[in-house]
């Protein structure tokens, strides 16, 4: 394979120079995912990580162009660097979603002409290549394709974790909702094959992995396009299918997924969770907003009360079921009226976890161009009210753990307490609980809720 090659010759070119590397990953859950593989390459390239970026010699930003924010964090990051740059022999590379965008990319041409390699979404199998090019040449190399990728398997992988793991099992999405820039960076839907997402699955499970969560933007119209053009090759050829297969898989204890569109939530489904003890019980559900018209206007394709119904029959069929959800507020147009529908579901629905987000409009979406934009006052002021209304569910809601006892796996040490273990429970809360000489990071244990801190809880292990 060509890119064996270049990672062969990278290898050559730095032996014995105890290089180091650093990755910067912006955004979502598909974004970590692709810098294990990043962090895989360069692993098999020779290079070391390492946690200081100041020392690396090569550093990559993985970057995210879903929200404003990210952008003007990774553009002070790479003002950063200049400095460095000048000072030794820096390789600076930039990928991701926001590199799809080309006046991102005329942007770190104009204002930082010192990074070395800009690659796109479609691209990364290329880095070893790009690195050689840069390094060898002295070349600046300009590695975006502005049509889908091929799925692209085998890539080497060092993963954040030894017991859980991520895995991609579709790329790219379909749905154009207004607001979103993803379609327009990751392209259309791909699905990986069953095979290769099984084989994977069934190694992490040799090693020792008993955690997963299936990736996907769009995660259960899994094998759709497939399927609606007669080109799926394999009996598993959707989501509730895929989940069914991956649940056989001996070693594997939890199954989590992110994220699935409501419109895809499919009866199957439904009963696949169900059935199976071994899929997370709380689900990702994103509302975006509670207002039929601006759902409407969103693309999103269903309506406040399909919606309700949708959650009502989920609480029906899956016991123990709790939900999590993506809000944002300030849609254009969206009024007073409209947005107090958004409280009212939240109201409803008993959503263990909201992640709100004030809307930003992405150049080149439907919604960006609308000239009746919320005005920012009235935006931060929705998501204040949003906020209150959600602290005070999450608080009520809390009090039905107080005295439950929960299974959980010790993730670490607590970042606020040292001396402290945490973990989180089935519904995503996180638990710190003090270490018991038996048990160690990565054990399964059983532990009392005792306390309700709003954003986690005290616990005792139990015997
Ligand atoms: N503005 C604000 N939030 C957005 N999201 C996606 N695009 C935007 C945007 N332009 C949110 C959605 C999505 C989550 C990952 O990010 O809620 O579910
Ligand atoms: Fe964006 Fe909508 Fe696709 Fe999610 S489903 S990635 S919000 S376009």
Not at 70 to 83: P, S, T, Y
Not at 89 to 116: R, T
Not at 409 to 416: A, H, P, Q, T, Y
Request: with cysteine; glycine share 6%.
């Amino acid at each position: 394979m060509q890119e064996n090659e270049y990672f062969e010759k990278v290898k050559e070119k730095i032996k014995n120079k105890n290089l180091t590397y650093k990755i910067i990953t912006f955004g979502c859950q598909l974004n970590e995912n692709d810098s294990e593989k990043i962090a895989g390459m360069l692993e098999e390239m020779g290079y070391q990580e390492t946690e200081d970026e100041k020392q690396a010699d090569i550093v990559v930003f993985n970057t995210c162009c879903v929200r404003e924010n990210a952008e003007e964090r990774l553009f002070g990051k790479i003002g950063e660097m200049k400095n460095l740059k000048q000072s030794k022999n820096l390789i600076i590379a930039i990928g991701g979603c926001m590199m799809q965008e080309k006046q991102m990319v005329d942007k770190i041409k104009k204002s930082y002409p010192y990074v070395d390699i800009v690659f796109g979404t479609h691209t990364l199998q290329n880095l070893p290549e790009n690195i050689y090019k840069a390094m060898l040449k002295n070349e600046k190399v300009r590695d975006i394709l502005n049509i889908d990728g091929e799925i692209y398997e085998g890539l080497p992988i060092k993963r954040n974790s030894d017991f859980s793991a991520n895995v991609t099992i579709m790329y790219g999405c379909n749905n154009f909702c207004t607001y979103c820039i993803v379609p327009y960076v990751r392209g259309r839907e791909r699905s990986r094959k069953p095979e290769k997402i099984l084989a994977e699955i069934e190694d992490l499970a040799k090693k020792n992995y008993k955690e997963i969560t299936l990736l996907g933007q769009n995660v259960n119209s899994y094998m759709r396009t497939e399927r609606e053009n007669g080109t799926a090759t394999s009996k598993i050829d959707s989501f509730a299918k895929l989940l069914q297969e991956v649940a056989k898989v001996e070693g594997i204890e939890k199954i989590n997924f992110i994220s699935p569109h409501p419109k895809d939530f499919t009866d199957d489904v439904i009963e696949a969770i169900a059935k199976i003890d071994k899929i997370s019980r709380i689900i990702h559900l994103p509302l975006q907003s509670g207002n039929s018209k601006v759902l409407k206007e969103m693309n999103r394709k269903y309506t406040k009360e399909q919606y309700l119904e949708l959650v009502e029959k989920m609480v029906q069929k899956i016991p123990n079921l709790s939900l999590s959800t993506d809000i944002i507020v300030g849609f254009p147009g969206e009024t007073e009226e409209e947005f107090e529908d958004t409280l009212d579901v939240v109201k409803k629905v008993n959503f263990e976890q909201i992640f709100m987000f004030i809307y930003s409009p992405r150049e080149g979406t439907i919604a960006a161009e609308r000239v009746d934009q919320v005005p920012e006052e009235i935006k931060h002021k929705r998501f204040d009210r949003l906020k209150e209304l959600y602290e005070t569910k999450v608080d009520t809601n809390n009090e039905k753990y107080i005295g439950t006892t929960q299974k959980i796996l010790i993730e670490g040490n607590s970042k606020n307490d040292e001396t402290m273990f945490c973990g989180r429970t089935d519904t995503n809360k996180v638990v710190v609980f003090k270490p018991q000489e038996n048990y160690k990071i990565g054990d399964i244990v059983k532990v009392q809720i005792t306390e309700n801190h709003k954003w986690y809880f005290k616990g005792e292990i139990q015997k």
